[in-house]
Antibody
Framework: EVQLVQSGTEVKKPGESLKISCEGSGYSFTRYWIGWVRQMPGKGLEWMGFIYPFDSDVRYSPSFRGQVTISADKSISTAYLQWSSLKASDTAMYFC???????????????WGQGTLVAVSS | DIQMTQSPSTLSASVGDRVTITCRASQSISTWLAWYQQKPGKAPKLLIYKASTLESGVPSRFSGSGSGTEFTLTISSLQPDDFATYYCQQYNGYSQWTFGQGTKVEIK
């Protein structure tokens, strides 16, 4: 059974750094793109970026490039999303997702993690 | 960028009703469209891909249709478990995805 299990809720202050995680299991972790989707409170879904763990190729949405860093440790089947300096506007639920195919073209999100709530407030 | 517009934003319906949600793309996306269901506090769940292919395990009361720029998600007989928010998503490009703004299906 494919599972994506995310790290827990984070409460941080503006300016702090943060790294959240997503562990994949039940499939070949290195052979599927895995990435992140943001959902701000009461709002819709926005894709942030994806990584191919096999070779660490990363694709960012133009909206998030330079704002976050996506990485992966294939030895422990875990993907990460990190911020160097959080802002209040980063407050949101973050979902990790897997792409259905090994090519990041014309493919959709087939499995989702349970979500990690990030709250940033002074 | 391809924009996706869903209508309506909110839909009030009763158990047993036939429900239709529309999703329009700002340019042709062939049938590269998926539908997701999200319940409050939960992750979205894939329902349909390639505009009309039902994901494994999804009840057959859900169906999708359309191509080009106009798509629909239909629930043939609304069940209590179906009250949720539904999102369409285009995946026409390379490393490019856009979601609609969502349609909330609520109890009438």
């Amino acid at each position: 059974e494919v599972q994506l299990v995310q790290s827990g809720t984070e409460v941080k202050k503006p300016g702090e750094s943060l790294k959240i995680s997503c562990e994949g299991s039940g499939y070949s972790f290195t052979r599927y793109w895995i990435g992140w989707v943001r959902q701000m409170p009461g709002k819709g879904l926005e894709w942030m970026g994806f990584i191919y763990p096999f070779d660490s190729d990363v694709r960012y949405s133009p909206s998030f490039r330079g704002q976050v860093t996506i990485s992966a440790d294939k030895s422990i089947s875990t993907a990460y999303l990190q911020w160097s300096s959080l802002k209040a506007s980063d407050t949101a639920m973050y979902f990790c997702v897997r792409l259905r195919t090994s090519i990041a073209a014309r493919t959709y999100f087939d499995y989702w993690g349970q979500g990690t709530l990030v709250a940033v407030s002074s | 960028d391809i924009q996706m517009t869903q209508s309506p934003s909110t839909l009030s319906a009763s158990v047993g009703d036939r429900v239709t949600i529309t999703c329009r793309a700002s340019q042709s996306i062939s049938t590269w469209l998926a539908w997701y269901q999200q319940k409050p506090g939960k992750a979205p769940k894939l329902l349909i891909y390639k505009a009309s292919t039902l994901e494994s395990g999804v009840p057959s009361r859900f169906s999708g249709s359309g191509s080009g720029t106009e798509f629909t998600l239909t629930i043939s007989s609304l069940q209590p478990d179906d009250f949720a928010t539904y999102y369409c998503q285009q995946y026409n490009g390379y490393s490019q995805w856009t979601f609609g703004q969502g349609t909330k299906v609520e109890i009438k």
